[in-house]
């Protein structure tokens, strides 16, 4: 039987050298393939369902509302933390809605004059307010994804999980 005393260190407690070196090998340790289903549920919680997305080349994002606008935006109103972006951009919507259907010519029985022009109206409202509620996630997914993959994140899981390293940056399982 052998007795092997072996020196093990903090993520901290390496040179820099050793820890460029750890960053490097393990720059994808924060990606999960389900990394973006915390995005997803809480979209779909305000009443969104994202398809799919593509933070490469094609910056795209696929989904839709599954519930009206409206509902929508009074959630986002009611559930996000005010002066963030999906915030600002519900009460822009809810705003300019309000506006359009207070200020819509009516005719005596409360109902608005040239209903065809009012709904195109309304449906441009809700379709740049969809637009620009989904390519707020998609920044929110990219963020996310640039997080995941950084050096802050890196070290902050090292340490935060207690990781051991030998001197040479290879990990110590214990």
Partial sequence: MKTQTIKTYSFNELSEEVKKKVLTKYID???????????YYSAKEQGIS?????LDRGQKIEGE?????IE?????????????????????FRKERDELCD??????????????????????????????ILWQYWKILRDEYEYLFSDEFLSEHFEDNEYQFTEDGKLYNF
Avoid at 72 to 92: C, F, K, R, W
């Fill in 103 to 132: 200020n819509w010519e009516r005719d005596e029985n409360g109902e608005p004059i040239n209903v065809d022009e009012f709904d195109e109206k309304l449906d441009e409202l809700e379709y740049q307010y969809e637009k620009d």
């Fill in 50 to 54: 994202i398809t799919g997305f593509d």
């Fill in 65 to 69: 509302f599954i519930w009206e606008h």
């Fill in 72 to 92: 929508v935006a009074d959630n986002m109103l009611m559930d996000i933390q005010e002066g963030h972006p999906l915030y600002s951009i519900s009460e822009q």
């Fill in 29 to 39: 340790l924060g990606i999960s393939d389900y990394w973006y289903e915390d995005t």
